[in-house]
């Protein structure tokens, strides 16, 4: 697959510019910046406290992030050699929800990219032995 670019003019009228890269091995990685010309945008929405922590994944359902009704910014970095899988809402279960890649998988959610989920957030792997999550959250 060839890489497909295109931009994206905000309410605001800032346009953003989103890149989806091939990889070429399979896999695929996205991009996005300011486009030429437009006015600075906080990317990750409007927070002024960042929360970061690790949190230890298990092939048990782990609460990865707490409900949080005033959450306006999360996200979620693999820090390991395995698939992570995470779940909105409900225990998570390997092989179903969103799928974290190895070394480096990431899932962002903000009002900017009209994602923002308020509620408990929980994580799971289906190998063995203890994996990280990177957990960054915004209020």
């Known amino acids: 697959m060839a890489n497909i670019q295109y931009t994206i003019k905000l309410p605001n009228d800032t346009l953003v510019t989103k890149e989806l890269i091939d990889n070429g091995d399979g896999t695929h990685s996205e991009r996005v910046a300011l486009a030429p010309g437009s006015a600075e945008v906080g990317v ?9 922590s690790a949190v230890t994944v298990t092939s048990t359902t782990t609460q990865a992030l707490a409900a949080n009704a005033n959450r306006k910014y999360a996200l979620l970095i693999n820090d390991s050699d395995t698939v992570i899988y995470i779940k909105l809402g409900a225990a998570a279960v390997a092989n179903e929800g969103i799928r974290l890649n190895a070394n480096g998988g990431s899932y962002e959610m903000s009002d900017l990219h009209g994602n923002l989920y308020a509620g408990a957030i929980n994580a799971i792997h289906g190998s063995t032995g203890n994996k990280t999550l990177l957990v960054t959250e915004g209020v």
Do not use: E
């Not at 990750?44 to 970061?52: I, K, L, N, R, V």
């Open 44 to 52: 990750g929405g409007d927070y002024t406290t960042p929360t970061h």
